[in-house]
């Protein structure tokens, strides 16, 4: 299967590129290429009209090396084992990529939440957690929200896991409600750093953010944060798609007016404040800056000549596949990838975690001030990484992500 429709084998040869120009000792290649565990469990519910499904749950844990693995659960009828690894797989070079003490984990239940009710979907998170309790926690694997799970899912784990071990364990998943332990800031956290990311990029290029028109694919909480902070920063958002539909406003959207739209009928389609646009049409929009925050392989080798932004940040997970990346690049297009763009979600869940370890927690100006910090240090070790090996944004930040799990997994040796 080629990596245009298989996201491991995508990240195989992305992966591949940058350990090449690393000269990565072939013993270490082995082991950075397998994961560590793949967990497959049968989740049986009792269903609301009283018949009996069985749900299949996934749960990836592919390097632990610097630290617990960490990344989030998806609840989606088209999750698969394959995509589940792929996206630990990525957690684990994100981690890296902010300096985090975080290994790489996923987790997935092949299900449509749209068709279960709230007790359906607790029932289920309950017994999937069950099922692999004796892999997770604080020190070993700490899950956060996906797609379609939120912080009142975390609420349900971080419950459920206590109950197996006795004793009340905020620390065991991140994204939970501010009130059970959860971090002032972390909801918009993801958002955020594609916003700092996509500022530090336009400078880079010379490009003032202030005078930057962009496109956002996907209203989700981080295509919807994005695009609400880039406005803060007087960026111009002409356009927005979701699964539904899209608007599009060559003199920029009220993105708060959109916001609240979605927050009604689930979807941008029909937003008065612009003209109705197809999803399919976003990537073909004379912008400065798209983010594409959806899902993955959206630009692809079919569609990747219909670009004309000149500066691509990447909110979601693999939402470019390699080949489209390659000829992107070719064109001078500059792409701040996945691994370092969506980065501030997980970099939050770090600060989350270390809060609730100490029993301290921090006032939200502090959170976004470490953010920051974080985020500008990250985008500029990439950004001089590039330049040293003459390289792109995503190739740059997989040699730094797996020169730092290399050399500590060299100094950690084999055990046997």
Known sequence: MSSENNPFNAMLEEFSGAA????????????????????????PVMMDD???????????????????????????????????????AWMTWKCAVAGIPFGGGKGGIICDPARMSQRELEALTRRYVGEIADAIGPDKDVPAPDVNTNAQTMAWIMDTYSMHVGVTTTGVVTGKPVEMGGSLGRREATGRGVMITAREAAKHLGLRLDDATVAVQGFGNVGSVSADLLAKNDARIVAVTDWKGGVYNPKGLDIPALVTWTEQRRSVAGFPGGDPLDPARIFELDVDILVPA??????????????KANLIVEGANGPTTPEAHKALHKRGVFIVPDILANAGGVTASYFEWVQDRHGYFWEEWEVNERLERKMVSAFNRVLDTAKKYDTDMRTAAYIEAINAVATVTRLRGMYA
Not at 55 to 61: H, K
Request: hydrophobic content about 45%; overall charge positive; some cysteine.
């Open 50 to 88: 009283g018949q009996i499904e069985v749900f299949t749950g996934f749960r990836v844990q592919y390097n632990i090396t610097l630290g617990p693995a960490k990344g989030g659960i998806r609840y989606h009828p088209d999750v698969t084992l394959n995509e589940v690894k792929a996206l630990a």
């Open 294 to 307: 959806a899902l993955e392989n959206q630009i692809t080798v079919l569609n990747h000549h219909l670009i």
């Open 20 to 43: 090449r120009l690393l000269a990565l000792d072939p013993g270490l290649w082995k082991v950075l290429t397998h994961p560590k565990r793949q967990i497959i469990v049968s989740c």
